[in-house]
């Protein structure tokens, strides 16, 4: 029984330096940890830097609606100009369908043609400004000149 309780203390005392030996490493660790303080300021500034990423993926989600109704009006906008083209274009096709067909110039109607081509415009351009076919303008333009 003797030689039991030597061992038995043996193994105790072997077990309080084995203990001893892990606190001082673990004091060693909380030392190491706590004169570590750029770690400490590196996570701060990942907190930081996650919480400026939040915010602009916030942002960037506004501006990805704002982007889309901006385009959704620019879209509607240029919808509504290529109609008013096209009814432009239409009411232009009725006005030269419409224009005086087979009626003989007027005087003043010659005289606003050769003081048109005087000036230097084209003939398109004095066709459209007196509302007459080209060979009318054509004819006037020969006839005075």
Do not use: W
Not at 43 to 61: A, M, P, R, T
Not at 68 to 82: A, P, R
Not at 111 to 140: F, H, K, M, P, T
Request: hydrophobic share 30%; glycine share 4%; aromatic share 6%.
């Amino acid at each position: 029984m003797i030689k039991e309780f030597y061992h038995i203390r043996e193994n105790f005392s072997i077990g309080i330096d084995k203990y001893n030996e892990l606190l001082s490493y673990a004091k060693k660790l909380e030392d190491k940890n706590s004169s570590r303080p750029h770690l400490d300021n590196l996570i701060k500034s990942v907190g930081k830097l996650n919480e400026k990423l939040n915010d602009l993926d916030s942002k960037n989600k506004a501006l990805a609606s704002e982007l889309i109704t901006t385009k959704d009006k620019y879209t509607s906008l240029l919808e509504k100009q290529v109609s008013l083209l096209e009814n432009k274009n239409e009411v232009f096709t009725l006005s030269q369908n419409l224009a005086k067909k087979g009626t003989r110039l007027s005087k003043s109607e010659k005289d606003e043609i050769v003081r048109l081509y005087r000036s230097g415009l084209s003939l398109a351009e004095i066709c459209r400004r007196v509302e007459r076919s080209d060979s009318g303008v054509r004819n006037a333009i020969r006839g005075e000149l």
